[in-house]
Antibody
């Protein structure tokens, strides 16, 4: 069955950087677009970024544009999110999700806390 | 971009029917999707392309659309259906995904 396992979360100071990873299994990873979606504590879902199946097309939410970079390594079935210039408001549970215009499957998330 | 508007909360008794709406002008042209999120768990896809149900989702969950409003209907509500429900769509270019603010379903 489809599995998505995120890792790389942690505590970081404002202005710092962090790289999240998401390893997929149980499906042909290179055939699907992949997303990052986040959820701040006690809040709703917020889409962050999407990357096409071949990695050539990438789009971002305005709130992270210029600070976050989505990428993938299809040889390793792994999705990444490089997060730079982190802000307190980036504190959230970050999910990776499989799909194009919607999210067919979700991982369990990795927690990012930005705090001084 | 645009906003998807959902009621913050809906309450229903077990065995009754719950209806959760999601509104935006764009929904007359774009598909809507629905997710269920139980406390401490990741979201689960319930409905795609307005009214299609993924395998494994009970028939009690259904989706419909009318103009600029889409509706998630949960028939014969069970206590285990208590959760947050989110609608989602995409902008016309497919470069941006949008979530509604979420609706907390309480089963009294």
């Amino acid at each position: 069955q489809v599995q998505l396992v995120e890792s790389g979360g942690g505590v970081v100071q404002p202005g710092g950087s962090l790289r999240l990873s998401c390893e997929g299994s149980g499906f042909p990873f290179s055939d699907y677009g992949m997303h990052w979606v986040r959820q701040a504590p006690g809040k709703g879902l917020e889409w962050v970024a999407v990357i096409s199946d071949d990695g050539n097309n990438k789009y971002y939410a305005d709130s992270v544009k210029g600070r976050f970079t989505i990428s993938r390594d299809n040889s390793k079935n792994t999705l990444y999110l490089q997060m730079d210039s982190l802000r307190v408001e980036d504190t959230a549970l970050y999910y990776c999700a499989k799909g194009g215009e919607y999210f067919q499957h979700w991982g369990q998330g990795t927690l990012v806390t930005v705090s001084s | 971009s645009y906003e998807l508007t959902q009621p913050p909360s809906v309450s229903v008794s077990p065995g009754q029917t719950a209806r959760i709406t999601c509104s935006a002008d764009a929904l007359s042209k774009e598909y809507a999707y629905w997710y269920q999120q139980k406390p401490g768990q990741a979201p689960v896809l319930l409905i795609y392309k307005d009214s299609e149900r993924p395998s494994g989702i009970p028939e009690r969950f259904s989706g419909s659309t009318s103009g600029t409003t889409v509706t998630l209907t949960i028939s014969e509500v069970q206590v285990e259906d208590e959760a947050d429900y989110y609608c989602q769509s995409a902008d016309s270019s497919g470069k941006s995904m949008i979530f509604g603010g979420g609706t907390k379903l309480t089963v009294l």
